[in-house]
Structure formats: C-alpha cells, structure tokens
C-alpha cells in the first residue's frame, strides 16, 4: 500500500519539496506552495507519506472456543 505505482501526486509527499509550516511545503521548483497541491514534476518519496491508521480489532462478542483449532 505505501509503495504502490498509482499515487496520487501530492507536495506532501514529494521528493522535491520539504515541510515549512503548517499546510506549507517549499518545493525546490516553485517555492513555498500548498501540501495539498502538485505538479508535474511530482518524485514519489514513501517515507515522507503518513499512510492511515489500521483499523481497530473488534474482540466483542468472541469466545474462546473460537479461537482453538
């Protein structure tokens, strides 16, 4: 999921560009712009990306002997 092709370009998560402030990246081609914002020079960077949190794991209503083999 992190390091799937079909990304969505986003300055957030981009290569080029590094966080300023709030909602504010500089990006090294077109200076300080929007996080939400892109452009088509857009380098995917994984490590930059948040991904969202797992969801939670619903134990109500489950019983020992469920789970035994």
Known sequence: MLFRK???PRCAYCA???RV???EVVCSRKGIVPEDG???RFKYDPLKRVPPRPG???TRGI???DLSF
């Open 56 to 58: 939670q794991l619903v």
């Open 63 to 65: 019983k020992d002997e």
């Open 38 to 40: 892109r452009c088509r």
């Open 6 to 8: 079909d990304i969505e």
């Open 16 to 18: 080029r560009a590094g």
């Open 21 to 23: 402030g709030d909602g």
